[in-house]
Protein backbone atom coordinates (compact mmCIF):
# COMPACT_ATOMS: atom_id res chain seq x y z
CA UNK A 1 0.00 0.00 0.00
CA UNK A 2 3.17 2.41 0.35
CA UNK A 3 3.58 2.53 -3.84
CA UNK A 4 3.59 5.38 -5.36
CA UNK A 5 0.67 5.47 -7.47
CA UNK A 6 2.50 6.83 -10.33
CA UNK A 7 5.10 3.89 -10.37
CA UNK A 8 2.10 1.70 -10.45
CA UNK A 9 0.61 3.39 -13.38
CA UNK A 10 3.59 2.69 -15.34
CA UNK A 11 4.19 -0.82 -13.99
CA UNK A 12 0.51 -1.43 -14.92
CA UNK A 13 1.36 0.00 -18.17
CA UNK A 14 4.53 -2.10 -18.93
CA UNK A 15 2.19 -5.14 -18.18
CA UNK A 16 -0.28 -4.63 -20.60
CA UNK A 17 -0.83 -6.91 -23.09
CA UNK A 18 1.20 -5.55 -25.78
CA UNK A 19 -1.39 -5.66 -28.77
CA UNK A 20 -3.31 -3.74 -25.97
CA UNK A 21 -0.21 -1.26 -25.08
CA UNK A 22 0.17 -0.52 -28.98
CA UNK A 23 -3.72 0.35 -28.98
CA UNK A 24 -3.83 2.43 -26.33
CA UNK A 25 -4.07 6.61 -27.50
CA UNK A 26 -4.45 8.96 -24.65
CA UNK A 27 -6.85 11.55 -25.31
CA UNK A 28 -6.05 15.32 -24.28
CA UNK A 29 -7.70 18.45 -24.57
CA UNK A 30 -6.07 22.05 -24.43
CA UNK A 31 -7.80 24.63 -22.70
CA UNK A 32 -7.08 28.04 -20.80
CA UNK A 33 -7.31 28.13 -16.97
CA UNK A 34 -6.83 30.56 -14.86
CA UNK A 35 -3.03 29.99 -14.64
CA UNK A 36 -2.83 30.04 -18.78
CA UNK A 37 -2.83 27.44 -21.17
CA UNK A 38 -2.97 23.94 -19.55
CA UNK A 39 -3.90 20.38 -21.18
CA UNK A 40 -6.36 17.94 -19.40
CA UNK A 41 -6.10 14.33 -19.67
CA UNK A 42 -9.78 13.38 -21.18
CA UNK A 43 -9.35 9.54 -21.21
CA UNK A 44 -8.16 6.39 -23.57
CA UNK A 45 -9.29 5.17 -26.71
CA UNK A 46 -8.44 1.21 -28.14
CA UNK A 47 -6.74 2.28 -32.09
CA UNK A 48 -8.30 -1.47 -32.96
CA UNK A 49 -10.19 -4.04 -31.74
CA UNK A 50 -7.95 -6.57 -29.35
CA UNK A 51 -8.36 -10.05 -28.88
CA UNK A 52 -10.68 -11.06 -25.93
CA UNK A 53 -7.38 -13.11 -24.27
CA UNK A 54 -5.89 -9.94 -24.42
CA UNK A 55 -8.78 -8.11 -23.23
CA UNK A 56 -9.25 -10.51 -20.09
CA UNK A 57 -5.57 -10.75 -19.31
CA UNK A 58 -5.40 -6.41 -19.13
CA UNK A 59 -8.94 -6.15 -17.08
CA UNK A 60 -7.36 -8.64 -14.50
CA UNK A 61 -4.18 -6.53 -14.25
CA UNK A 62 -6.30 -3.62 -13.89
CA UNK A 63 -8.99 -5.45 -11.45
CA UNK A 64 -5.59 -6.15 -9.32
CA UNK A 65 -4.38 -2.94 -8.98
CA UNK A 66 -8.15 -1.10 -8.63
CA UNK A 67 -8.71 -3.03 -6.10
CA UNK A 68 -10.47 -1.74 -2.94
CA UNK A 69 -8.83 -0.48 -0.31
CA UNK A 70 -8.97 -3.02 2.63
CA UNK A 71 -10.95 -1.13 6.25
CA UNK A 72 -7.71 -0.87 8.12
CA UNK A 73 -5.55 0.47 5.63
CA UNK A 74 -8.45 3.29 4.82
CA UNK A 75 -8.70 3.42 8.68
CA UNK A 76 -5.10 3.89 9.61
CA UNK A 77 -4.41 6.74 6.76
CA UNK A 78 -7.84 8.63 7.91
CA UNK A 79 -6.80 8.54 11.43
CA UNK A 80 -2.75 9.56 10.06
CA UNK A 81 -3.97 12.69 7.79
CA UNK A 82 -6.35 13.76 10.84
CA UNK A 83 -2.96 13.85 13.24
CA UNK A 84 -0.53 15.44 10.92
CA UNK A 85 -3.21 18.54 10.11
CA UNK A 86 -5.06 21.21 12.04
CA UNK A 87 -8.66 20.88 12.96
CA UNK A 88 -11.24 22.33 15.19
CA UNK A 89 -11.66 20.80 18.44
CA UNK A 90 -13.98 17.93 18.78
CA UNK A 91 -15.83 15.28 20.66
CA UNK A 92 -14.07 11.92 20.69
CA UNK A 93 -17.31 10.13 19.10
CA UNK A 94 -17.38 13.06 16.55
CA UNK A 95 -13.92 12.06 15.84
CA UNK A 96 -14.65 8.59 15.60
CA UNK A 97 -17.22 9.01 13.68
CA UNK A 98 -15.49 11.44 10.99
CA UNK A 99 -12.80 8.13 10.87
CA UNK A 100 -15.37 5.84 10.38
CA UNK A 101 -16.35 7.87 7.48
CA UNK A 102 -13.92 8.82 5.71
CA UNK A 103 -12.31 4.95 6.09
CA UNK A 104 -15.75 4.11 4.33
CA UNK A 105 -15.34 6.75 1.75
CA UNK A 106 -11.34 5.98 1.06
CA UNK A 107 -12.42 2.11 0.95
CA UNK A 108 -13.52 2.86 -2.70
CA UNK A 109 -9.71 3.74 -4.18
CA UNK A 110 -6.81 1.76 -4.30
CA UNK A 111 -4.70 1.10 -1.43
CA UNK A 112 -1.88 2.69 -3.05
CA UNK A 113 -3.67 5.93 -3.76
CA UNK A 114 -5.27 5.90 -0.64
CA UNK A 115 -2.12 6.12 1.49
CA UNK A 116 -0.50 8.52 -1.06
CA UNK A 117 -3.20 11.21 -1.09
CA UNK A 118 -3.27 11.29 2.49
CA UNK A 119 0.30 11.26 2.78
CA UNK A 120 0.39 13.99 0.02
CA UNK A 121 -2.25 16.25 1.70
CA UNK A 122 -0.67 15.84 5.16
CA UNK A 123 2.90 17.12 4.25
CA UNK A 124 1.36 19.93 1.69
CA UNK A 125 -1.76 21.52 3.63
CA UNK A 126 -1.61 22.40 7.44
CA UNK A 127 -5.79 22.18 7.97
CA UNK A 128 -7.36 18.79 7.59
CA UNK A 129 -9.82 18.35 4.44
CA UNK A 130 -12.79 18.17 3.40
CA UNK A 131 -14.34 15.25 1.99
CA UNK A 132 -14.91 16.75 -1.35
CA UNK A 133 -10.95 18.25 -1.29
CA UNK A 134 -9.25 14.96 -0.64
CA UNK A 135 -11.54 12.92 -3.30
CA UNK A 136 -10.45 15.29 -5.87
CA UNK A 137 -7.00 14.93 -4.75
CA UNK A 138 -8.14 10.92 -4.94
CA UNK A 139 -9.89 11.04 -8.52
CA UNK A 140 -6.72 12.70 -9.91
CA UNK A 141 -4.09 9.74 -8.58
CA UNK A 142 -6.86 7.06 -9.91
CA UNK A 143 -8.01 8.77 -12.99
CA UNK A 144 -5.44 6.77 -15.36
CA UNK A 145 -6.19 3.22 -14.47
CA UNK A 146 -9.87 4.17 -14.19
CA UNK A 147 -9.50 5.32 -18.07
CA UNK A 148 -7.82 2.63 -18.94
CA UNK A 149 -10.31 0.29 -17.79
CA UNK A 150 -13.29 1.96 -19.26
CA UNK A 151 -11.60 2.17 -22.49
CA UNK A 152 -10.63 -1.93 -22.23
CA UNK A 153 -14.28 -2.55 -21.26
CA UNK A 154 -15.82 -0.11 -23.90
CA UNK A 155 -13.39 -2.25 -26.58
CA UNK A 156 -15.00 -5.47 -25.40
CA UNK A 157 -18.62 -4.82 -26.04
Known amino acids: ASADPKVVDRSLSASLPSRVKLSMKARWRDKVGRHGFDTEFLGYDLTEKIKQEDVDEA ?46 DLSQ ?10 KTWGTTNIFFPS ?11 VRVRRAMQSAIIANRI
Open 59 to 104: LVLLHNVCAPCPPDIAVKAATALRLRTKARREHVDDLKMMVALFAE
Open 131 to 141: WAELKELLDRR
Open 109 to 118: YPADVVVDAC
